[in-house]
């Protein structure tokens, strides 16, 4: 097959197909027809042309061993080029995919530069704005310190002066004299003075024109470095448009590829139909040959008959002799055809014979491809468990138990203010991170993990916690609840609205990326049950919202004890535990749950939380290839709302609720505390909410708090108590979070109990 270095479409480049990979151009000589490791087979478009245009001979129409000659021929032909387009699509797909790496790198260091180049350009603007007063400041001392010197000059003048008019008055008086040599020891003194003063002035001078001389060799040498920045920065750009010329050349390229796969793909499939047409035919010229082998059978036969009947049939000898010689003639061409056939059944033998060795080839690469697959799958497992590791070391590295602080948007229900009660420092140490809160005339600051604005969305908010997420499925305990007062968004935050879907909160969107991830992990060989719980603590009494009636509600209902083993789990007697298989299950539940859960109306909320909300989700995963087991706990908790009693306007029942809730969170705020200070012993057995929080404050889990806040002018009291106690836990230190995983053993190896 000829070969050529042109390329394939409007790149005009070269491949060369060396053992499956796509390499540069090759100088080697022409190409084999035969497959091996170490083949060479390189196409152009003039080559791909001619194998499309390419038809039968019409003059070998009806000799089938030319024509299946060519068939085969034509056949590999194509799977050389079919092979060559796989890998040269294959070569621009890397291709495209480093170009595109290569263009984000560029995009992401050319913003860096940018805004380094504005962060410098500022604090040199900065720097010469500061040099320019310094500047100023010196030439006015400068202007200053001659004008005194100017003073001092003249009073000397003045001094000698009056020392000339003490010397004629000498002689006229002695009493004068003594006073006249008095005053002029004094003048002298004073010209003494005043010359040492105007040595210091010199040197003062002189150290000025020094550090003016220093201030503008800075001046230059910044304006130097802001060239220097500018330069590199219209490289980057440049560097950037070629990629982007790049890019766009290797897409059209690739199209073309595309396009010319697709119409080989098609000669491919005309080929297939004239190579069985050529099959039907050679069918039919085997039935042929051997009904022409039973009529000569026949024939024998006959003329064996005539033969013996010669003397009875001495008037047809004659026309028995000529149709004799003309059947003889008619078999010798038969038997021509026969031996053609036979030359014809052997080359398709060979033909089997050829492709059956292409078969063993192909289950030899298709073993060594398996075996490549395994040794990958391997490599993949080892991964995950590393990504597992450098995941959780990272999340261990900002804190096992972090604090997030969301302000929520004012509402129309708000007091009007002129002046806002919350504010977000634009520094760069708290950009993000930081929000300061007036009250009273006072601005208090306060710094926490992350700090969303009223403009968060809820995806941002969900962004930051999914890392957490992703924690409970690698095998360790996870608790996420949300704190603040009634009214603030805590309910919103955690469930949110179920429409639209970008309003959702973080419950249903922790339940998508937990079944999401289950589903991905599955090819990995993981297999994960997941079952849930959903309680509420109200009044200092749990209740069971999936309860299949009511009765656990009532007074004379069950009694929910709350126990912890010795790996930190946390389980309720007598809880109802659902499996679930899918969101849809769990979204049901939730809505049953939300259904039963206790609810009132006060003054600061319409629909106010009158219990403490803990959903839980545990998940046991199992991976069949590796033998290992994980299993996490994942608790995300919707407090009550904090509340004064002079603002809640709470009575009777409500006046209870309230003062039930404000001593649990009482109680919490003790613990934290008492976590703070590293005391001895920490109370958490003073309410249902502590002790059922026990594992995730002073155990190894991994903790998050929301804290919300009210923009408010009205709640800056309750806000402020709010962020001094999130201020608190965010101080707090608990244990190293452990990851609970095992190794199934199998039946054939020994156990020991």
């Known amino acids: 097959m000829p070969t050529s270095t042109t390329g394939v479409g409007r790149g005009r480049r070269a491949f060369s197909v060396v053992n499956g990979n796509a390499d540069p151009p090759s100088t080697s000589g022409p190409p084999s027809s035969a ?51 796989q890998q040269l699509e294959g070569a621009f797909v890397v291709e495209q995919e ?85 005053d002029n020891e004094t003048a002298n003194q004073k010209i003494q003075v005043l010359q040492e003063y105007n040595t210091s002035l010199q040197q003062f001078s002189s150290r000025l024109q ?34 982007t010329e790049q890019l766009s050349s290797s897409k059209a390229a690739q199209d073309e590829a595309v396009r010319q796969k697709e119409a080989l793909a098609s000669e491919v499939g005309c080929l297939r139909k004239d190579l069985q047409n050529v099959t039907v035919d050679r069918d039919n010229q085997l039935s042929l040959v051997k009904s022409l082998k039973d009529e000569v059978a026949k024939y024998k036969e006959c ?46 033998d060979m033909s089997s014979m050829e492709a059956k060795s292409e078969f063993e080839k192909l289950k030899k690469v298709n073993s060594e491809l398996s075996q490549r697959l395994s040794d990958a799958e391997i490599k993949i497992a080892d991964g995950e468990m590393l990504r597992k590791k450098l995941h959780n070391t990272i999340l ?42 007036t009250h009273n005339g006072q601005k208090h600051s306060f710094t926490f993990d992350k700090v969303f604005v009223p403009e968060a969305s809820q995806k941002d908010v969900f962004d930051e916690i999914s890392q ?45 990326q937990v079944f999401q991830t289950r589903q991905n992990y599955q090819d990995q060989g993981w297999k994960y049950d997941m079952q849930v719980s959903m309680l509420e603590i109200y009044n200092e009494t749990i209740r069971d919202l999936l309860s299949p009636t009511r009765s656990s509600f009532d007074n004379g209902g069950k009694q929910y004890g709350i126990k912890h083993d010795v790996h930190g789990n946390t389980h309720v007697s007598d809880l109802t535990i659902v499996d679930v298989r899918s969101s849809k299950e769990v979204s049901y539940l939730l809505e049953r749950a939300a259904q039963s859960r206790s609810v009132g109306r006060t003054q600061m909320n319409e629909q106010s939380s009158r219990s403490h909300f803990v959903f839980t989700l545990r998940i046991s995963g199992v991976n069949e290839s590796t033998e290992q087991q994980v299993q996490g706990v994942l608790n995300l908790i919707d407090l009550a709302g904090s509340e004064r009693l002079s603002r809640s306007g709470a009575t009777g029942d409500r006046l209870k609720e309230t003062q039930a809730i ?17 005391e001895e012993h920490v ?12 594992p995730c404050l002073g155990g190894d889990s991994k903790t998050m708090m929301f804290v919300n806040v009210s923009p408010d002018p009205a709640s800056a009291g309750e806000s402020l108590c709010s962020l001094r106690f999130a201020a608190r836990v965010n101080a707090c230190e608990i244990g190293v979070p452990r990851r609970q995983t095992s190794l199934r053993l199998l039946d054939s190896r020994l156990s020991f109990g």
């Open 210 to 243: 020094s550090e003016n001389a220093n201030t503008n060799e800075k001046l230059n040498r910044v304006e130097d470095e802001k060239a220097a920045l500018v330069e590199n920065l219209s490289t980057l750009r440049g560097r950037y448009t070629s990629l």
């Open 662 to 678: 404000n001593k649990s969170l009482s109680s919490l705020s003790d613990v934290i505390f008492a976590l703070a200070k590293k």
């Open 683 to 694: 109370p958490f057995r003073n309410s249902k909410l502590t002790y059922l929080l026990q």
């Open 303 to 348: 003329t064996g008959k005539s033969v013996a009947e010669l003397s009875n049939l001495t008037m047809k000898s004659d026309a028995l002799e000529a149709r004799c010689s003309s059947q003889c003639e008619q078999i010798r061409r038969l038997q021509e055809q026969l031996a053609l056939s036979e030359t014809k059944l052997q080359v398709s």
């Open 396 to 437: 261990e590295l900002k804190g096992n138990i972090r604090v997030f602080c969301r302000v929520r948007p004012t509402l129309s229900d708000d007091v009007v203010s002129a002046e806002k009660v919350v504010s977000f420092p634009t520094s760069t140490e708290a950009l993000g991170r930081g929000i300061d809160l």
């Open 98 to 182: 480093s170009l595109k790496s290569l263009l984000q790198s560029a995009e992401l260091k050319c913003n860096e530069l940018d805004m380094l180049l504005k962060s410098k350009e500022e604090e040199l603007n900065a720097i010469s704005i500061d040099l320019r007063k310094q500047i100023g400041v010196l030439q006015e001392n400068l202007k200053k310190e001659e004008s005194e010197k100017m003073e001092a000059l003249s009073s000397l003048s003045r001094e000698k002066d009056l020392r000339v008019a003490s010397e004629k008055q000498q002689a006229s008086l002695s009493e004068e004299l003594r006073r006249a040599q008095q």
């Open 468 to 512: 957490l997420v992703q924690s409970a499925l690698d095998g360790y305990k996870v608790c996420i609840f949300a704190y603040g007062q009634t009214g603030s968004g805590k309910t919103y935050t955690m469930m949110g609205n179920p429409r639209p879907l970008d309003q959702q909160g973080l419950i249903p969107r922790t339940l998508e």
């Open 35 to 85: 497959g091996s490791d170490c083949v060479v087979v390189e196409f152009s478009k003039e080559d791909v042309e001619a194998i499309l245009a390419q038809r039968p001979e019409q003059k070998n129409k009806f000799n089938t061993k030319v024509r299946w000659d060519q068939t085969v021929e034509n056949c590999k032909r194509l799977r050389q080029c079919i092979k060559w387009f």
